[in-house]
Structures are given as structure tokens and as C-alpha cells.
């Protein structure tokens, strides 16, 4: 499931200019339009590439208060917080882990005061026995992908 260096400089010229056409990244790679159609394809089968949507930044549209939910759910009640919670549109995320907590939920909110009502949501469903939730400051790193694809593309 490794990726060669031209998947990788396909993924990160998509990557850099997301709006960019199948024809003009065959010109920028200096391989046939057909090649890079074949790649797309076959990187979209495999799930390397899940989608070319737009970015969308929460704090843009009026939820600048992100904060981290750790959750401790009933045994058995597995499919049914993850239910609820696919429910809560502040619910960006979820994960489900290992260690002191069997989720890890990324949500959003309009303000702090805000963020207790998202929380008390949350939480408001008999298969989460406890929440801990932490609210991130800044965020010095966002969501990245190229420098793993660099990686992957070199084979190491």
C-alpha cells in the first residue's frame, strides 16, 4: 500500500493547489494526462486520497473554541455513543482509544459558555459515564499530511 515519488508529488501538488485540473498537473509533472488520471483513480480506490473538499475553518464560522473530550463509556454501549455523538454537529471527530478513556472526541464551540451546553449534550446520554475534557489554547501544528507522503514517497 506504499506510494511512489510520483504518487507523492501528485499528492502534493493537490495538496498546495487543491483546485487545480487533472490537464495542468499532467503539464506540471511532465507525464500524459492519462498517467495522472490513472494515479488519481488508483490513489481514490485504495483510500489514499479520500476526497478534494474544501478546508473549512470552524473558527471562521463562529465556533473558535476547540477542547479535547476524553470518554468512559458502559461496556456494550459502543454503537450507541458513537450514534449519539455522530449526532452533535460540534463533534468534529472521534476516536476511539486505548488507556484511561475509550473515546477521544475533537469538538467545537462558540464560546466557553458555549462549550459547557456541548459538553452537557455530550455527556447527556446513559452509555458515557464520564467525560474529562481539555481546551486547547493554540494550535501551533495543524492537521498536516505532506511531510508523511514525503516520507512514504522516498520508501522509508
Not at 14 to 43: F, H, K, M, N
Request: charge should be neutral.
Amino acid at each position: 500500500m506504499s506510494i511512489d515519488a510520483l504518487d507523492g508529488r501528485l499528492i502534493a501538488l493537490l495538496t498546495r493547489e487543491p483546485r487545480i485540473g487533472v490537464l495542468e498537473c499532467s503539464r506540471r509533472l511532465g507525464v500524459a494526462r492519462g498517467t495522472v488520471q490513472a494515479r488519481l483513480d488508483r490513489l481514490q480506490e485504495r483510500g489514499v486520497i479520500r476526497g478534494f473538499g474544501p478546508q473549512v475553518d470552524p473558527a471562521a464560522l463562529g465556533y473558535p473554541v476547540t477542547a479535547f473530550a476524553t470518554l468512559e463509556i458502559s461496556q456494550g454501549q459502543g454503537r450507541e455513543v458513537r450514534e449519539h455523538l455522530a449526532a452533535i454537529p460540534e463533534v468534529l471527530e472521534m476516536h476511539t482509544t486505548t488507556g484511561r478513556g475509550d473515546m477521544l472526541c475533537r469538538i467545537v464551540a462558540r464560546s466557553n459558555a458555549d462549550l459547557q451546553r456541548v459538553i452537557d449534550r455530550v455527556v447527556g446520554f446513559d452509555g458515557i459515564v464520564r467525560a474529562s475534557t481539555t481546551i486547547a489554547l493554540e494550535n501551533p501544528v495543524e492537521y498536516r499530511i505532506l511531510p508523511l507522503v514525503e516520507q512514504a514517497a522516498q520508501g522509508r
